[in-house]
């Protein structure tokens, strides 16, 4: 690169029109100055600014270009990569692409400078050797994701260990606060993709990935990381980990410590301490554990009781293991939620293992994220459930479960704005998981706000159309207030067949059909569901909502006050869902609602 004058690495330069030189391009240390004020721009603009200046008034070709801001590296549009740096150039020098003072495009060429450049040296004549241009040294990283690592072995029924690991490892680096990491429910969507790394960081909108390998071998783990910047896709820093399969949990908390290290995150004193102080598990506890997660992340009553009994295995073998026993909370806590056990049959065992797992681990965040629930839905102690979720996020603010239960209970309380801020914080944390950006939509549609649901439920059916059917129960039910009673009653429809049947679902569809004066489908419905009583639980709550859209106040009432004594898991919405809006100048709803002890 050519120096100014008195061999400074400095270059300067002015506006094609005019006189003098206002900016100057400092190479040691990476910076832009007009008169003598910092301009903002920095890295591949800046050293592409520093080739053009270089250059002139000869053509730079956009191959050139490429070659040097991303060498080694495959880019996917390099035409649109360059003309994003090149708009950021003319930006800086508040130049125009129309009647450019410094850079013109040569369409198919490429670009020129066309300012006037200082002379090079005091006589005129080139200076010294030339310099690099220096790009600015690299700050801290403020987000990554952790990318399902993958299996080594070959043996496909080690994926389950594999990912068990992958989230120890996304659970340990959520616990450094000031590094946002994204949940494994969005991470774990890459597994098995062929997307690049620059891909994946955009969609999930973090500087950084974690990705790596596993290999479990006879007694022995070996796991394998690098930490990649995202942008430039370059590594950043690389980690082997080789230990006995009893002391699996050193390698998250090692991981953990190196990356914190080398993306320059200030950890506090009792994040070291945690970190640090890794425990010795029983293999065959781990085994069974990470078995447990394995399973409950596919959320089927069949899968949720064999995690179940994986859990039960893993306290069985390590009694004072924590993480046990808050899986066997979180899979009951599932079970009640998603009408598969009665809450009164499922609450309370949530509870006793959520409480069990605080009494070994108070640090632990999934606890007290499971306890938070049990006091939401079992007690309606609303400041009791709120603390335990204030805590949860506290210990790890990265871990994604927390925050949707968190906005429900905001959104329960009336509290909209926190509410929604809180969702938005979710869907931060989780920009592609549908079971993240749905709670998302119910929180919008609980505060009116039917537009926005409705665009957060089709980014999930664009992106997976039949993977996800609670995201047609929140298009339909915001479809339904604006009055799109046709197209509410087929997306509900479709809805019911994907979940085969789901008597939750298959009550929004019969509230629906009744809003639409479809009264004899309606009536259809409220049979089915009476039917379905006899086999299996349906919560009151279910045919409440059905008599809501025949508009039956009676009968409404009459089952909200069963799905009182029944702690059915929808009632804590009562107050604030909209299907209840007739029912609000009742003195006998305002009787259910005040019995819940929501605070004034």
């Known amino acids: 690169m050519p120096q100014a004058a008195g061999g400074e690495s400095v270059l300067r330069f002015g506006p094609r029109e005019g006189s003098g030189y206002p900016f100057e391009m400092n190479l040691r240390t990476g910076e832009l100055r007009k008169n003598g004020v910092r301009v903002n721009l920095q890295g591949q603009p800046f050293e592409a600014l520093g080739m053009l200046v270089e250059r002139a008034p000869d053509i730079l070709t956009r191959d050139e270009i490429v070659k040097r801001l991303w060498p080694d590296s495959f880019v996917e549009d390099p035409e649109g990569s360059v003309n994003g740096v090149v708009r950021r150039i003319r930006s800086a020098l508040d130049d125009s692409a129309n009647d450019p003072q410094f850079v013109e495009t040569l369409p198919r060429r490429g670009y020129r400078f066309i300012g006037r450049v200082a002379p090079r040296g005091g006589n005129g004549k080139a200076g010294p050797e030339p310099l690099p241009i220096a790009v600015p040294e690299r700050g801290p990283i403020g987000s990554l994701a952790v990318l399902p690592l993958e299996n080594e072995s070959g043996d496909s029924t080690q994926e389950y ?9 996304t659970l340990n680096l959520g616990q450094i ?12 969507l890459y597994k098995g993709a062929r997307k690049r790394v620059c891909e994946i960081g955009r969609e999930l909108n973090v500087e950084a990935v974690v990705e790596g390998s596993v290999l479990r071998l006879g007694d022995r783990v070996a796991v394998g990381v690098q930490l990649v910047d995202a942008a430039t896709e370059k590594q950043i820093w690389t980690g082997k980990y080789d230990r006995t399969l009893d002391n699996v949990l050193a390698i998250r908390s090692e991981v953990a410590l190196d990356i914190a290290a080398e993306v320059r995150i ?3 004193r009792d994040e070291k301490i945690r970190l640090a102080t890794p425990r010795v598990v029983k293999p065959e506890a781990t085994d069974a554990y990470f078995r447990g997660r394995f399973f409950w992340n596919r959320r089927s009553e069949e899968s949720l009781n064999t995690a179940i009994a994986c859990f039960e295995q893993a306290r069985r073998q390590e009694p004072e293991y924590a993480e046990a026993y808050a899986g066997i909370a979180d899979c009951y806590n599932m079970l009640a939620w998603n009408s598969m056990l009665p809450p009164k049959e499922a609450l309370p065992k949530a509870r006793a293992a959520a409480v069990q797992a605080l009494k070994i681990d108070s640090q632990l965040a999934e606890a007290h994220s499971s306890l938070a629930f049990d006091l939401l839905f079992q007690d309606w102690d609303w400041a009791g459930a709120e603390r335990e979720f204030q805590q949860s996020i506290a210990l790890n603010p990265s871990y994604g479960v927390v925050r949707p239960w968190l906005a429900f209970e905001l959104s329960a309380l009336g509290r909209e704005v926190e509410a929604l801020a809180e969702a938005k914080r979710a869907v931060h944390l989780d920009p592609v998981a549908s079971p993240i950006l749905v709670s998302a939509a119910l929180v919008y549609y609980l505060a009116r706000q039917y537009d926005r649901a409705i665009d957060l439920c089709q980014d999930v059916l664009t992106m997976d159309p039949r993977g996800f059917f609670q995201s047609y129960l929140l298009l339909g039910l915001a479809q339904e207030r604006k009055g799109l009673f046709a197209e509410a009653v087929e997306t509900l429809k479709t809805c019911v067949h994907i979940s085969e049947r789901n ?13 639409s004066g479809m009264v004899g489908e309606a009536i259809g419905v409220i049979r089915e569901l009476t039917e379905l009583q006899s086999r299996k639980y349906v919560s009151p709550f279910n045919l409440a909502m059905v008599y809501a859209g025949l ?29 209840f ?7 006998r709803f305002k009787t259910v609602v005040r019995d819940m002890g929501f605070p004034s």
Do not use: N
Request: charged fraction near 25%; include cysteine.
């Open 161 to 169: 260990y594999v990912d068990g690991v992958t989230r120890e490892v």
């Open 177 to 188: 606060h000031g590094l946002r990491v994204t949940s494994m429910t969005s991470a774990m």
């Open 266 to 268: 200030r950890l506090t």
């Open 503 to 515: 008597p939750h679902m298959l009550a929004v569809y019969g509230y629906c059909l009744g809003r």
């Open 551 to 579: 508009g039956q106040k009676d009968e409404t009432i009459e089952w909200l006050k069963k799905a009182q004594d029944d702690h059915s898991m929808w009632l804590i919405f009562v107050k604030s869902y909209p299907i």
């Open 581 to 587: 809006d007739f029912l609000r100048p009742d003195p």
